[in-house]
């Protein structure tokens, strides 16, 4: 595809659909970005200018065409300390470094290790992050809780009759976008007594300034920073990568994940350079602005452009949207996010990738850490796995004349030379044992070091006892193995095998 193609492609497919999605979103993002500047320790202006920031320039570097990035909660977290302990100025610098460990990152082709991701874990991630969304609704929902009324629970119920019904009647403005408008207009006309985007936290006035971190550039900086900026591009780039993944399957589309690396990477440096914290791809905004019907960057672009917008001119009007309609919206994107069909997939898949997907929702659930809960259950994946390759191998004993056969068939790696030399025992304690031995392991396959050290050590107890032996049926890529980490018959020729070129 020409440059001019993707470009329109990206860009300019559906102009009309992307501006509107990118509205809704920019909306979604004002109460986030404040309570994720509240977690942090700072300034709401910090989380507002970092969204603005980091949704503008990610149109333009991302992989992810329509996935909105902006700051988050799982960056915020890990800054706590730092924020505390040294101030603001040191998160912007960090948040700096962070940038560059994830351009490195991409560099290094990092995103590969998606690969080893499993279905259930990326499962078991969406389920998760729909519970916690919910879960961050729940201040507003709480009776007892300052501006909580009767009023709010109309409006929440309101709100989610207007997006799911709305679609049945026409889709040509998205559904959140009418909720929010209808709401706030009847709650400012009827003086409705519910808690308001203002009173989440004060609002910025004017545009963010370029400067850059007024920190002593000296080792000992690095020193304090590091820890926090690798941690930080760590769980950032999980969380974009896991999230470009579900944007991927949501729209039936594929995405540039090493382009992504380095675009989240390029939008966390200008990020802080204009006074913003670091941030990620958000799954809660891009399930929104996919629902909405945004597609392209300029949907992401959109959201960041018209956020500037809102803050800088529109801030009082802003800040009289009820906290009840945006509680509607995300209550609608953590019903889509939420796997349904995982729970009658329960009993019908094997119970292995059922114990990995619900280890995974269990652990991010208690800890609020996606990266611990995506480690949990790749570790959990990888014990599942290597255990039924494990098990998926045999060697049967077969007598011919003077011969003893043993055929081996299946897997032989770290995690099964056990059971292979236990099956290849010493041919003594066999009943009809035999002088001449021969090991067939044309059905099976050598793949690392440990087995060969195991094959070392068979052949080595048979000739020690005195048997004759051969190995035969080496494929080429374990006899190279052999050949190259074997410390007995390093050749390959006195076990029945010719010198490789």
Not at 132 to 156: D, K, R, S
Not at 320 to 335: Q, T
Not at 380 to 391: N, P
Request: proline share 5%; aromatic share 6%.
């Amino acid at each position: 595809m020409t440059t001019t193609a993707a470009l329109k492609r990206d860009w300019f497919a559906q102009p009309r659909a992307d501006i509107l999605a990118g509205i809704v979103v920019a909306l979604a993002l004002i109460p986030e970005a404040i309570g994720f500047s509240i977690i942090a320790g700072v300034d709401p202006r910090v989380g507002l200018y970092a969204s603005v920031a980091i949704a503008m320039v990610i149109a333009f570097t991302g992989g992810r065409p329509g996935m909105i990035s902006a700051a988050t909660a799982a960056v915020a977290v890990v800054v706590v300390p730092l924020v505390r302990d040294h101030g603001v100025e040191y998160l912007f610098a960090a948040t700096i470094l962070m940038g560059v460990f994830q351009a490195i990152a991409a560099v290094l082709r990092l995103d590969l290790l998606m690969q080893f991701v499993s279905r259930s874990v990326i499962t078991g991630f969406v389920n998760a992050l729909a519970i916690l969304i919910f879960m961050a609704q729940l201040p507003q929902l709480m009776p007892g809780n300052p501006g909580v009324t009767w009023e709010t629970y109309a409006m929440v119920v309101a709100g989610l009759a207007m997006i799911y019904l709305v679609p049945r009647l026409t889709t040509a403005i998205p559904s959140p976008l009418i909720a929010i408008v209808v709401l706030t207009g009847l709650a400012i006309w009827l003086a409705v007594p519910v808690n308001t985007v203002a009173d989440m936290g004060e609002l910025p006035e004017g545009l963010p300034y370029f400067a850059l971190p007024d920190v002593p550039l000296t080792w000992e900086t690095l020193r304090i920073i590091a820890p926090y900026s690798l941690t930080m591009a760590a769980v950032g780039l999980l969380e974009s990568l896991l999230t470009a993944q579900i944007v991927d399957d949501m729209t039936h589309t594929g995405s540039n994940k090493r382009r992504e690396c380095a675009g989240q990477g390029g939008a966390n440096i200008v990020a802080a350079l204009f006074g913003g914290m670091g941030g990620c791809a958000m799954i809660g905004q891009s399930v929104i602005n996919v629902t909405s019907g945004g597609r392209g960057r300029l949907s992401t672009f959109t959201a960041g452009v018209f956020l500037l917008i809102l803050l800088a001119v529109l801030g009082d009007i802003v800040g009289r949207v009820p906290m009840p309609a945006l509680v509607a919206i995300m209550i609608m994107v953590s019903i889509g996010t939420f796997s349904w069909n995982s729970i009658p997939n329960l009993t019908k898949h094997p119970w292995q990738s059922s114990v990995v997907m619900l280890t995974t929702v269990v652990v991010v659930v208690a800890t609020h850490n996606l990266a611990l809960g995506v480690l949990a259950g790749v570790v959990l994946s990888g014990v599942f796995f290597t255990h039924k390759v494990m098990t998926l191998f045999e060697v049967v004993r077969e007598r011919e004349g003077e011969t003893a056969i043993y055929r081996a068939k299946g897997q032989i790696f770290y995690a099964s030379v056990e059971r292979f030399e236990a099956a290849l025992g010493p041919e003594s304690t066999q009943p009809d044992p035999a002088d001449h031995v021969i090991i067939d392991v044309s059905k099976a396959h050598f793949w690392d070091i440990s087995a060969v050290g195991a094959l070392d050590k068979v052949v080595e107890r048979m000739r020690r006892n005195g048997r004759s032996l051969q190995v035969r049926g080496l494929n080429r890529a374990s006899s190279d193995l052999v050949d190259k980490f074997a410390l007995t018959d390093k050749t390959g020729v006195e076990i029945g095998l010719a010198p490789h070129p």
